[in-house]
């Protein structure tokens, strides 16, 4: 009878040594223990009472290192909110915030049979990645049912398919292969299609990983592996470990998926299909599965990820879609031609006959529009995408399909052939699909140069088979927004009159017409030659202004910026290259200096290669006295910021400290710590000398640090660069709000010099992802940025 009683006496004392050993393996490896989410709210409004919206809520609360450590997570009603502490003393504190609407991925990973933690990744844009690890104790389901709520809304899930996924052939479902096929496909990590209804029910018991509404469209598995195609997001299942028991789900969104492909099996010994989607993801830009022949419905698949990324495949065939019908092939008639792989126009009706039935890789409303043959491949231009049919291996049966839509195209170009010896003309896309790849170093040689891939396509045409500025008013149809400021319907064919034969001589005639000499080009007489001479405009686009340097010209219409370089010595070899300005993420403008001859313009936009190399800024110098940086500025920022809210955020605030003086002063001006200065005066001034603010536009907090000001309008983080001795040569460099994605502000430490306050925000610009301004400790007030930013970047998204 001792026994029992022994028992109900010791259990409470080892439940008691367990959860003080689980606090231990906690703190010491720094994983985050739930808190009470009413009390932290209440914990962090009273230390930092502007931090927090007034209608913001938290739902879930952590402490790290067990609940013993000072850094803490939040989870609000509007945002992931990180609170860290450093230092010392733990004076300096930087709360990093999250908006929802910037997550692009996340994943959530149970805890293995030996593991002391589970995991919790985001992805957001302009941030990166950002990890956290929970106790065992903590219920990661509920948190990633929290996240699904959140980042899942609509807008984000991709477009609607009526019916989900619709099978094209009948597939078994993979069992009894054997085991040498079993085998094979494990290591080439072959899937097969497996019932996903089956799944669907399963992912909403146990574990319950997938919302209410929710449907599981398609499921393929390999091993203990799986990935599923789902109607709100792509969802992979990652099983680790010996036991099984360490699992990832990995949580990919529609709208980050940019372009996607699907390859056929080869020969009898190719034993799989692949299927690969492109994502403007930092660090994931590419998502592959291999598929087993035989065991998947790859059209079905093509299909279902075609749906979800053009719209809806409901439209009846358009009657007027069909261009170039009738076109005669006559083959490249050369050898340079079938050498170089230079692609000819042949008959989009053909094409488009062939597309719609064998293979069915067309939406019904899809129709070609324009269609070019290489030496064996294929582009089409359709009324949705962009199609590259990619044959491989000597038998052809292997080919690869590649689905670029046209949202997906940000910047676009065509370079005309050069002299006699140059025999192709070729055509540029450049895209927001993050897929630059850098090769590995090999020994002691330098690094090998990078590769674009589907970051910028270039493709080459025969000179003589292919009318190249017809194809650039096509990709103009395609890519510029029509008059109401949205883009041509999908389900709109393109005007017959874009897709005519150019003039003869047309461009020739345009360059005699622009000269070499350096001046300013009178807009109106450039618009008469821009749809007349030379038809390079769309019929409701005008020319605003245009600037001339050496050969090269530019011009900004009321869509695009558009850059005319002409190359080599004879000039005949021209680019012309369009930049959307709805592509555009940042700009900026430099005034010429005393000993400068060029003033500068910067244009950063949404595309990781540019100008061949990674990056996304076109640069264009403007000669001294024969352009108005200003007016320049003013007309991008009319076109970039349009009608974004203008109204202001902050309260009205009371008088400006001075600036440090002594020792203070020099310390903060060595360590580039910014004083904040009125904003009603800066107002003024960004109002009338020089005109930079627009109307709307209004200074909430403004912050100088020598001769430079950084300016937090409603519109834009704007940075005043004053350069050289005489100060003559200024740049303005804006980025627009709407563009900005996450945000962190950090108070100062004891040594403001060493440890300064300052404010970080992330951008929605490759190459430029985040700016950083530091703040005097005793004069900035960090916290009436924060209050702006997050009113302006959590409520209009």
């Known amino acids: 009878s001792s ?421 192709d003309s070729e055509m540029m896309i450049w895209t927001d699909i993050n897929d630059v790849y850098y090769p590995p170093k090999e020994g002691d040689d330098p690094p090998p140069p990078p590769i674009p891939r589907n970051s910028c396509i270039e493709m080459d045409f025969q000179k003589d088979k292919v009318d190249l500025m017809a194809v650039h008013r096509y990709l103009s149809a395609r890519c510029l927004p029509t008059v109401g400021g949205e883009y041509l319907c999908p389900e709109v064919s393109v005007s017959p009159d874009v897709m005519q034969a150019s003039p003869p001589g047309a461009v020739e005639s345009f360059l005699n017409w622009v000269g070499d000499d350096a001046r300013a080009i009178d807009a109106d007489e450039l618009d008469r030659q821009l749809h007349s001479e030379n038809p390079m405009l769309q019929e409701d686009e005008r020319v605003a202004m245009a600037f001339k340097s050496g050969r090269d010209m530019l011009a900004f219409t009321t869509k695009r910026v558009l850059l005319v370089d002409v190359q080599g010595l004879s000039g005949k070899r021209v680019e012309w290259k369009s930049v959307p300005y709805a592509s555009l993420r940042a700009f900026s403008v430099a005034s010429a200096g005393s000993w400068d001859r060029d003033a500068e313009l910067k244009l950063f936009g949404r595309t990781y290669w540019i100008d061949g190399a990674p990056g996304s800024v076109i640069k264009q110098d403007l000669r001294k006295g024969r352009a108005d940086v200003i007016a320049i500025q003013s007309f991008i920022a009319a076109q970039i910021l349009g009608t974004y809210d203008g109204s202001t955020t902050s309260s009205a605030q009371g008088p400006v400290a001075d600036a440090p003086g002594g020792i203070n002063g020099f310390l903060s001006w060595m360590g580039d710590d910014a004083h904040e200065i009125d904003p009603k005066e800066v107002d003024k001034i960004l109002h009338a000398s020089p005109p930079i603010l627009q109307a709307d536009e209004a200074v909430d907090s403004c912050y100088k640090v020598g001769r430079d000001v950084c300016v937090f309008t409603t519109k834009r983080v704007l940075f005043v660069d004053v350069q050289g001795f005489t100060g003559q040569k200024v740049e303005y460099m804006s980025y627009p709000l709407k563009y900005c994605t996450s945000f962190a502000i950090q108070s100062p430490g004891h040594v403001g010099c060493i440890s300064p306050a300052y404010v970080e925000v992330y951008t929605d610009v490759p190459g430029a992802s985040r700016i950083r301004q530091d703040l005097n400790k005793s004069n900035a007030n960090a916290w009436s940025i924060e209050t702006m930013l997050a009113k302006k970047l959590m409520s209009s998204k």
Not at 350 to 358: C, G, L, N, R
Not at 389 to 411: A, E, F, M, R
């Open 3 to 423: 026994a029992p009683v022994r028992q109900l006496i010791l259990h409470p004392v080892v439940e008691n040594r367990r959860a003080m050993l689980a606090k231990l393996i906690a703190f010491i490896g720094d994983n985050a223990m739930q808190v009470d989410a009413s009390k932290g709210e209440a914990e962090l409004r009273q230390e930092c009472p502007d931090l927090m919206l007034e209608d913001e809520t938290v739902v879930f609360a952590f402490k790290d290192r067990g609940g013993a450590g000072r850094d803490d997570s939040y989870f609000t009603s509007h945002r992931v909110l990180i609170r860290d502490v450093k230092g010392m003393t733990g004076k300096r504190v930087k709360h990093l915030s999250i908006p929802y609407s910037t997550i692009q991925a996340f994943s959530v990973e149970t805890a293995g049979s030996m593991d002391s933690d589970c995991t919790l990744r985001i992805e957001s844009s302009g941030l990166g990645s950002t990890t956290m690890d929970f106790m065992t104790s903590v219920d990661i389901f509920a948190l990633a049912m929290h996240l699904n709520s959140m980042v899942l809304a609509e807008g984000r899930t991709g477009a609607h398919v009526p019916g989900g996924a619709e099978a094209t052939v009948a597939v078994q479902e993979a069992s009894g292969d054997g085991w040498v096929g079993g085998i094979l496909d494990v290591l080439g990590d072959n899937a097969s299609q497996i019932d996903a209804a089956r799944v669907e029910e399963q992912l909403k018991s146990s574990p319950h990983i997938l919302m209410d509404d929710e449907t599981v469209e398609m499921a393929f598995k390999c091993g203990l592996d799986s990935f599923l195609f789902t109607s709100k997001r792509i969802l992979q299942i990652k099983v680790k470990g010996l036991t099984g028991s360490k699992v990832e789900y990995l949580t990919v969104l529609w709208k980050c998926i940019r372009a996607f492909s699907v390859e056929t099996a080869g020969s009898f010994f190719d034993r799989d299909a692949e299927m690969t989607l492109f994502t403007n993801i930092r660090g994931m830009a590419r998502i592959s599965q291999d598929l087993r022949k035989g065991k998947c419905d790859l059209m079905a698949i093509q299909k279902f990820v075609a749906d979800k990324l053009l719209g809806l495949d409901i439209v009846p065939a358009s009657e007027h879609a069909i261009a170039h019908e009738g076109h005669c092939d006559t083959g490249s008639g050369s050898i340079l031609a079938w050498m170089g792989d230079d692609s000819r126009m042949i008959d989009a009706t053909v094409a488009d006959q062939q597309y719609h039935a064998d293979p069915p890789i067309l939406q019904g409303c899809e129709h070609v529009e324009m269609a070019f043959k290489g030496r064996r491949d294929l582009t089409l231009f359709t009324t949705k995408r962009l199609l590259v049919v990619d044959l491989k291996g000597w038998s052809g049966k292997k080919v690869n399909y590649i689905s670029v839509p046209w949202t997906t195209v940000q910047v676009f170009g065509v370079r005309s052939a050069g002299s006699w010896l140059d025999k």
